[in-house]
């Protein structure tokens, strides 16, 4: 007796490309702006800043003054600056957000 082969079962991914793409609409905490502690605005400045703007200029920052490790590019070594806002003398990127959060207001 011969099987008749099954039709290929439909994946989530080919329903998802069918489906036409939702735009995501921008988290308004994340928008809104943010006055920098003085340690902080050292650094990115002393204008209100949304949180999004402030991560990009302390990365600028980071950049200008060669502050990633050399051997391991995900942590950030401080300088003068960064030392009193992080409070220690290396951090990880992943932490720059968690660490930034205690110097807005």
């Not at 439909?10 to 809104?32: E, G, H, I, V």
């Not at 650094?43 to 990633?68: F, M």
């Amino acid at each position: 007796m011969a099987t008749a082969k099954k039709a290929p079962a439909k994946t989530a991914a080919a329903d998802k490309a069918a489906a036409p793409a939702k735009k995501r609409t921008p988290n308004a905490a994340f928008m809104k702006a943010l006055t920098p502690s003085p340690a902080l605005a050292a650094v990115v400045g002393s204008a209100p800043l949304p949180r999004t703007e402030i991560i990009s200029k302390l990365w600028v920052y980071i950049k200008a003054n060669n502050l990633q490790d050399a051997t391991n590019k995900r942590n950030i070594n401080a300088d003068a600056k960064l030392k009193e806002l992080f409070g220690k003398p290396q951090v990880s990127m992943f932490e720059l957000a968690g660490l930034i959060g205690k110097h807005v207001s």
